[in-house]
C-alpha cells in the first residue's frame, strides 16, 4: 500500500529523507550480521593471484584400466604473505560431452570462481607446512585411476589445487588451481578414428643465387643458420629424432634437401659486404641425411613444389604478372627429381598446401595449376554449413576432380604458441587428446581426420608433438593412417563443398602475402635470366642456381618478413645484373675517318669464365647519307667469345660527305633482344675531293717517270763503260757535247762574245764537224772518243740527251722554302 501511495504522485523532499533514513536502520542488523559470518567465496575470489600452480607433467596422458596416473608440476606463493598448512590436492571435474565445452572449460581453466570439482582426497595430496613469499615448490602425486571414481568414457575435467591459511584470512581456502583433461577410454572402442598427422620438415630460405666460378660451382649460404638447425639439439634435428619414432606422413620442401645437401661439400657462408667464409659443417650434414634417410625409408613421404611456395599470394597478387604461374610448374616439376636424388625414395607430389588451410576460389585454381588435384585446406576456413553434429572426414570433392583434405582445425592449432615451458606444453598435450576423444564418441560411424600443424614448428612445438602423437597412436580410440589414405576415403554426403569466397580469405593472412611488386620483379629477373641464357655456352651453370633462387623468392617463409624478402630478391637480381655486365662493348673515343672508305674496330669483352655465343653486335649509323656501314644504315656482324677474353669486331665503313656521325654499337641476342647497353661514338669524316684525288695522282706519275728516267741514265752509263773498256788507251781529250756547243737550241749566246772553249783545241775549226764524219783526224775513231764522252759524264752529271739546264748551275746550298729542286 506505501508503495502504491509512492508512486501516486511526486514525493516530497521530506518523506523522501525519512524513507531513506528507515530503510537504513532497518537493515542496519542484518548488516552486522552478515559481518559475523566467514568470507570464504570472497576469499578465494580475492587469493585468484596468491598462489599459481603449474602442471609440468601428467603420465600416463590418457590412462586405462589399471593404470596409476603420476601428476606433478610446482606452486608458487606470488603473494606477500606466507601460506601456512598449504597442501596440494586432486579435483575431479563433470564429464565434458561436446568439443566446444572442452574449448570453454581451456579458456577458464584458472577461474577460481568456477567450479572446483571434488577432491579425490585421502592420502593423495601432498603437504607443506609454509609457502614462503615468492618461492616454488615442487610436488608429485601418483593416484590409481580407480581412484578416480571415473564413469563412462569420455573426457574429464581434472584440476590440481593447493589450499592454505594466511596471516590475513585464517581458515583453509583453495588459493590456486590449474585445471587440464583427463581423457577417459577404459578399452578398446568399438569404432576408431582414422588420424593421420603431417610431420613438415621445412625451413626458411638459406642459399643465395651465388656460386663460385669453378668447375663445382661452390654455393654461397646467407648465414650459417641451417647448419644451427641441423646439429644435434637444433630445431630441425629434433624434428628428426621425434619424426623417425613417429607413424606420421613426412612432408618435406625440396629446398631443404638441396640445401643441406650442398653443405655435404664445399660451400661459403655471406658476409660483411662481398666477403665469404669457407663452411665447415659438412660432417654435420651428411649425418642429417643419412639419419633422414633412413627415418624415411618406410614412410609416406610428401615434397611440396621446390621452396614451398607461397600459393594465396601467388593466388591474390601474382597472376596477373606474366609468367608467375610458370615458376610453380617448374618448382613442382624439380620437387621429385630432387627427393628421389637425395632420399632415395619417390614422393608423392599431388598435394597443394596454402598457408594455414585457408582457400578461396582464386587459391583452389592456382593451387591445381602445376598437376595438384588434392588441396589440404582446414576447418575453420572450409566451414560446415550442413549442421552436421559430428565432424565429417577430411575428403570432400569440390568439383573439376579436384579433392579439398580438410585438416581439423581444433587438432592443426593445438601446439602453436609459446611451449617452452613444461606446464604450457603439458596442458597444449591434455587439450589436444581430449578434443581427439571427443570427436571419436560423436557418433558411431568412423572417419578419417587430418592434422595439419604450422609449417615451421619450434623445438619445444616438436616435442610436445610428439608427445601428444605417441600417447594417441597409444590410446584405444585411434588408429594411423596415411594422407593418401585419408584423401581417398568415401566422402561424408553431409560435409560442406562450397569453396569459400574471396572475401572470407582471412585479413590477418591477407597483409602477410607477398606484394603485386615482389611478382614484377620476380618477372623482370626472369626475363634478365632469359635474355642471358641464350648467349651461354653452358648456360646450366647460370639457369640453375638462378632458377631455384626465382623459386626461393616465392617462399611461403617469407610471410612476415617483408623487409628481408625484398632485400633477398634484390641480391638476386644485382647478381645476375653483375654477370651479364660482365660481357659487354668497351668504350670508343672520337673516331676519324678520311678517305671515302675505311674499317671501324668494335671491341666486346668477356669476363665470365664461360664462352659467349649466339650474340650479335649491330652497328648503326644515325646519319646514313653521311656514312654508311656495310652500304647499309647498319650493320650486324656475330660475335663469338671465350671466356675471359675479348674479341675485336671490324666493321667496313664508306664516307658520303664531310662532317661528324653519331655512330651506336649495340649487342644483341639472336632472337632480337638488346643484350646489353649500347656504347655511342662520333665518327669525323673527311671526304677526298675529286681535283685532289687528280693532283694525288699525278703526282704519282711524275715519281714513276722520274724513276723510269733514272733507271734508263744508269743503265746506259753502264753500257758506254763496258764499251771503253775494249778500245785504245784513253787520250785525256774531251769531245764536247753538241747541247754544249755555240748556237745549240735553247742556249742563247750573248752578242759580241767569243766562245769560250770547254777543252784544249777549242776553236778549232775542225772540231766543229760531226766527231763521225770523214777527214776528222782528232777523232783516231768512235771508241776514243766514246771513251771522252765517259769520262766527259762522270764530271759533268748533264747527258748528251739532256736538255740544255734553264737554270744556274746546281747549288750545293741547302733549298730556301718552297724553291724548286731538280735532282
Known amino acids: 500500500m506505501a508503495e502504491a501511495a509512492d508512486f501516486q504522485g511526486t514525493p516530497s523532499p521530506a518523506r523522501r529523507w525519512l524513507r531513506r533514513t528507515g530503510a537504513l536502520l532497518a537493515g542496519a542488523p542484518l548488516l552486522a550480521g552478515l559481518m559475523q559470518l566467514p568470507a570464504a567465496a570472497p576469499a578465494q575470489a580475492a587469493g585468484s593471484d596468491t598462489v599459481s600452480v603449474a602442471l609440468d607433467s601428467l603420465s600416463p596422458s590418457a590412462p586405462s584400466d589399471g593404470d596409476t596416473l603420476t601428476v606433478s608440476g610446482t606452486v608458487t606463493n606470488n603473494g606477500k604473505q606466507a601460506v601456512t598448512d598449504a597442501h596440494v590436492d586432486l579435483r575431479m571435474g563433470a564429464l565434458l560431452s561436446t568439443r566446444s565445452e572442452i574449448d570453454t572449460a581451456a579458456r577458464h581453466s584458472e577461474d577460481l570462481q568456477s567450479g572446483l570439482g571434488t577432491e579425490v582426497g585421502g592420502k593423495y595430496t601432498e603437504d607443506f607446512d609454509s609457502l614462503s613469499p615468492g618461492v616454488a615448490e615442487h610436488f608429485s602425486i601418483s593416484v590409481p585411476v580407480d581412484k578416480l571414481d571415473l564413469g563412462q568414457d569420455g573426457v574429464y575435467q581434472f584440476g590440481v589445487a593447493l589450499s592454505g591459511k594466511t596471516s590475513a584470512q585464517q581458515w583453509d581456502q583453495v588459493l590456486g588451481i590449474q585445471r587440464t583433461f583427463l581423457p577417459w577410454q577404459s578399452s578398446e572402442a568399438d569404432t576408431k578414428t582414422k588420424t593421420t598427422y603431417l610431420w613438415p620438415l621445412i625451413s626458411t630460405v638459406h642459399v643465395t643465387a651465388k656460386t663460385g666460378a669453378g668447375e663445382l660451382q661452390t654455393p654461397v649460404f646467407q648465414n650459417d643458420d641451417l647448419a644451427e638447425e641441423i646439429s644435434p639439439g637444433g630445431r630441425l634435428a629434433q624434428m628428426l629424432a621425434l619424426g623417425k619414432d613417429l607413424d606420421v606422413t613426412w612432408v618435406i620442401d625440396p629446398d631443404l634437401l638441396a640445401s643441406v645437401d650442398q653443405m655435404t661439400r664445399n660451400y661459403r657462408v655471406q658476409g660483411a659486404g662481398d666477403t665469404t667464409t669457407a663452411g665447415t659443417h659438412q660432417a654435420v650434414a651428411k649425418q642429417f641425411l643419412a639419419d633422414l634417410q633412413e627415418a624415411v625409408a618406410d614412410k609416406e613421404v610428401v615434397a611440396l613444389p621446390f621452396a614451398d611456395p607461397d600459393l594465396a599470394s601467388l593466388a591474390h597478387n601474382g597472376t596477373a604478372v606474366t609468367g608467375s604461374l610458370s615458376h610453380l610448374k617448374d618448382a613442382t616439376d624439380v620437387a621429385t627429381t630432387t627427393v628421389k636424388t637425395v632420399l632415395h625414395v619417390t614422393p608423392s607430389t599431388d598435394f597443394a598446401w596454402p598457408v594455414n588451410g585457408a582457400v578461396d576460389p582464386s587459391i583452389i585454381k592456382v593451387a591445381t595449376s602445376a598437376g595438384a588435384d588434392k588441396v589440404i585446406a582446414r576447418s575453420d576456413s572450409l566451414q560446415e554449413t550442413g549442421g552436421l553434429t559430428y565432424t565429417p572426414s577430411a575428403a570432400r570433392p569440390i568439383g573439376g576432380g579436384t579433392t579439398a583434405v580438410v585438416a581439423d582445425a581444433r587438432l592443426s592449432t593445438a601446439f602453436e604458441g609459446d611451449l617452452t615451458r613444461a606446464d604450457s606444453a603439458t596442458l597444449a598435450v591434455q587439450q589436444f587428446l581430449a578434443q581427439s576423444l571427443a570427436l571419436n564418441t560423436q557418433t558411431g560411424k568412423q572417419r578419417s581426420i587430418v592434422v595439419a600443424p604450422q609449417r615451421i614448428p619450434s623445438a619445444s612445438q616438436a616435442q610436445a608433438m610428439a608427445t601428444a602423437i605417441t600417447a594417441l597412436q597409444d590410446s584405444n580410440w585411434s588408429q594411423s593412417q596415411d ?87 634484390t641480391s638476386v637480381e644485382s647478381w645476375l645484373d653483375d654477370l651479364t655486365g660482365q660481357v659487354k662493348l668497351i668504350d670508343k673515343s672520337e673516331t676519324k675517318l678520311s678517305g671515302r672508305s675505311a674499317t671501324i674496330p668494335v671491341t666486346v669483352q668477356n669476363n665470365l669464365v664461360q664462352g659467349v655465343d649466339h650474340l650479335v653486335l649491330r652497328l648503326t649509323s644515325t646519319m646514313p647519307t653521311r656514312l654508311e656501314i656495310g652500304g647499309k644504315p647498319y650493320y650486324e656482324e656475330p660475335v663469338e667469345v671465350s671466356g675471359g677474353h675479348s674479341q675485336s669486331v671490324k666493321f667496313s665503313t664508306s664516307a658520303n660527305a664531310n662532317g661528324r656521325v653519331e655512330v651506336t654499337a649495340q649487342l644483341y641476342t639472336e632472337d632480337g633482344q638488346e643484350y646489353g647497353a649500347p656504347v655511342r661514338f662520333d665518327v669525323k669524316v673527311t671526304e677526298v675531293t675529286p681535283t685532289v684525288m687528280l693532283v694525288i695522282g699525278g703526282g704519282v706519275l711524275l715519281l714513276v717517270l722520274a724513276g723510269f728516267r733514272m733507271y734508263t741514265q744508269r743503265k746506259r752509263a753502264a753500257a758506254r763503260r763496258t764499251e771503253e773498256g775494249n778500245g785504245p788507251e784513253e787520250t785525256g781529250e774531251h769531245t764536247p757535247d753538241t747541247a754544249d756547243a755555240p748556237g745549240a737550241p735553247g742556249t742563247p749566246e750573248a752578242p759580241g762574245t767569243p766562245e769560250a772553249p770547254d777543252t784544249p783545241g777549242a776553236g778549232n775549226p775542225e772540231h766543229t764537224k760531226d766527231a763521225d764524219g770523214p777527214g776528222n783526224p782528232a777523232a783516231g775513231g768512235d771508241r776514243l772518243q766514246e771513251e771522252s764522252v765517259a769520262r766527259s759524264r762522270e764530271d759533268d752529271p748533264e747527258q748528251p740527251s739532256d736538255p740544255t739546264p734553264d737554270t744556274a748551275p746546281e747549288s750545293t746550298d741547302p733549298s730556301e722554302t718552297g724553291e724548286r729542286v731538280d735532282r
Open 483 to 569: 594422407l593418401e589414405a585419408a584423401a581417398k576415403a568415401k566422402p561424408d554426403p553431409g560435409a560442406t563443398t562450397k569453396i569459400p569466397s574471396s572475401s572470407a580469405y582471412p585479413s590477418a593472412l591477407r597483409k602477410q602475402e607477398l606484394p603485386r611488386t615482389a611478382f614484377e620483379q620476380i618477372a623482370r629477373t626472369q626475363d634478365k635470366l632469359d635474355n642471358f641464357q641464350v648467349i651461354l655456352t653452358d648456360e646450366s651453370r647460370v639457369v640453375t642456381p638462378f632458377g631455384r633462387a626465382i623459386n626461393r623468392e616465392m617462399s611461403t617463409s617469407w610471410r612476415g618478413r617483408g623487409s628481408e624478402a625484398d632485400s633477398f630478391r
